[in-house]
């Protein structure tokens, strides 16, 4: 029998020699290497090789100059993109141009990137920086960047591939960054940017209904376009789908619309954001006929998109499963270019959908909405949209419900957050939370939010990891979590809120000498001040909370919820 002893010494030996034996990327400031661009390299692909430079020589200060693949006459090299050379080197297919996963590996001492055009390659080149070298991109302000004084390119073969297609992280403070965005595959926004990170994807607009046909153009000449309800057409409700003029028109604004803006790939027909829907005799015989209101929307749905089929065969027309449609309708199917959207607004979100006995009904509507529909897409909540700034303890569910959408066969994921305003509740943790999670789902979520808020809130971060803690033990297997709680929630105690302003002013005592995670902290502390200022207006005008919160919102103009302007909520406070 070998000595244990002797085992190590072995393994420590190959380790050893394996290192001495793995080429030096860089070393006292100086590389060997060149990037080399693929024959025919994609916009996204010649940004991903000027950031590899760019961030490599942060990293170590060597400058590794980027050459066309006509120009790379031996030597050691970082291919970027997928071409001959690769194929040689790896025996790789290639891959599609919108694939979005991608392969980094090396092959005689050569690494080599390679995914699809749009941005798979370029996500590769990002991936390759962040699990190799450590760069992070946790928020448009907070890019992290180790320096290392030399690095070996060790033996690598790593491939990886998005759990969800769409991926849409909805905080105003990541719209704006198109940087951010593709540093964390954020690849979906509200609307279509084309720019130099292979661009960005969009579904358009939402609640068309009354946009198509208007009920201030058209009501008082046709009442007959829209809802009749308890015998009277109005014209703040639904349209009357069974009207045929109600169906010309809307397929001649859909087609409209998809000439004026071409670059979508799903297009909305849906309701309006109202439950006020069409109670005439042929509207009603259709919805009896598929059980349940879906059936009528998806009955008109299918006729606009069977005629955008005819002018526009590659684009997908969507509608939604929201409130009185969420329930799938018997005897009808969305066509085949038709996308489902569906909404889980109505749900708890203090734990997991398939945790709750609050969201049985939604599971229900999430199952047989996949047995039926071709591409479903999921619009999620992630904040409470009555109080942005009051705490909202969901870091829990968020992996397991994409988990579940994924598992149901969700195309795309939409997590709509504060989307008109900076500043919500932990915006920048839960975005940059989502985005990893919407790539993999199935990581470790406490690891991430540590890894986080260590690198984000320095010397604070005991106290802000602390403060989480406690907002996550307020969750019990009774609490229902809508996103529409108000500050009189049960959620909230007195106890918690002054447990909760001690330790988070205690955490800025910690960073008083950094005005950079100042503005962090503060950005945390509005939570406990909000409470404090909402259930005590009388104690937080004279202990100068309110004058602290409302300074610190009309500085950084930080709305408190989506309904109200600063100004309006201002107005209101007692």
């Avoid at 092959?107 to 390679?114: A, C, H, K, R």
Wanted: glycine residues 6%; positive net charge; aromatic residues 12%.
């Amino acid at each position: 029998m070998i000595p244990n002893r002797f085992i190590s010494t072995l393994v420590s030996l190959f380790v050893a020699v394996a290192m001495t034996a793995a080429p030096q990327l860089f070393s006292a400031g100086r590389s060997d290497y060149k990037i080399v661009l693929s024959e025919g390299a994609s916009t996204s692909e010649q940004t991903a090789a000027r950031e590899l430079r760019s961030y490599l020589k942060q990293v170590s200060g060597a400058d590794i100059p980027v050459v066309k693949a006509s120009q790379a006459a031996g030597g050691k090299c970082i291919y970027i993109g997928f071409d001959s050379r690769v194929k040689a080197a790896t025996g790789a297919d290639k891959p599609a141009d919108d694939y979005e996963g991608f392969t980094y590996r090396t092959v005689n001492g050569n690494l080599y990137i390679y995914g699809g055009r749009q941005r798979g390659t370029m996500y590769g080149v990002y991936a390759f920086l962040e699990n190799e070298l450590g760069v992070r991109w946790y928020a448009p302000d907070g890019t992290v960047v180790p320096k290392r004084h030399a690095w070996r390119l060790k033996k690598l073969r790593v491939s990886e591939a998005p759990a969800i297609r769409y991926r849409f992280a909805q905080y105003s403070q990541v719209a704006n960054d198109l940087a951010w965005c593709a540093h964390n595959r954020n690849n979906t926004l509200w609307s279509v940017r084309k720019n130099d990170y292979g661009g960005i994807e969009a579904y358009w607009n939402a609640h068309t209904c009354g946009q198509f046909v208007d009920a201030e153009e058209l009501f008082e000449s046709h009442p007959e376009y829209f809802a009749l309800r308890d015998g009277k057409r109005i014209p703040n409700g639904q349209l009357c789908l069974t009207n045929p003029e109600v169906l010309r028109i809307c397929i001649k604004e859909m087609l409209k619309a998809i000439q004026t803006y071409p670059d979508y790939w799903v297009y909305s027909m849906s309701q309006n954001d109202n439950k006020l829907y069409c109670e005439c005799e042929q509207c009603t015989a259709v919805a009896e006929r598929y059980k349940g209101q879906s059936g009528l929307m998806l009955w008109f749905v299918n006729q606009v998109a069977a005629a955008v089929k005819n002018v526009y065969p590659n684009k997908f027309i969507g509608t939604f499963a929201y409130q009185y449609t969420r329930k799938a309708p018997v005897g009808i199917r969305p066509a085949d270019n038709v996308v489902i959207r569906l909404c889980s607004i109505e749900c708890c979100f203090a734990h997991a959908l398939d945790e709750c006995e609050q969201n049985e009904a939604f599971m229900a509507d999430l199952r047989d909405w996949q047995a039926i529909a071709p591409r479903l897409y999921i619009w999620d909540y992630v904040v409470n949209f009555r109080q942005y700034h009051a705490p909202f303890p969901n870091l829990q569910v968020l992996a397991r419900n994409i988990q579940i959408f994924r598992e149901h066969n969700a195309i795309g994921i939409q997590e709509e957050a504060q989307y008109q305003t900076a500043g919500g509740e932990f915006a920048e943790l839960k975005a940059w939370l989502l985005m990893r999670l919407l790539w993999n789902p199935y990581q470790d979520t406490q690891a991430l939010v540590n890894e986080f808020v260590r690198a984000y809130y320095g010397a604070a971060s005991d106290a802000i990891l602390r403060y989480i803690k406690m907002c996550k033990a307020r969750i019990t297997p009774k609490t229902v979590m809508s996103i529409y709680i108000r500050h009189t929630d049960t959620l909230y105690d007195e106890e918690f809120i002054k447990a909760s302003r001690q330790l988070l002013d205690e955490a800025r005592r910690q960073v008083a000498n950094s005005p950079t995670l100042l503005a962090r902290i503060d950005r945390v502390r509005l939570q406990p001040m909000y409470l404090h200022l909402m259930r005590n207006p009388e104690q937080a005008t004279a202990d100068g909370t309110r004058a602290e919160y409302l300074q610190l919102i009309k500085k950084n103009n930080y709305r408190t919820n989506e309904w109200e302007t600063i100004d309006t909520f201002i107005s209101k406070l007692k």
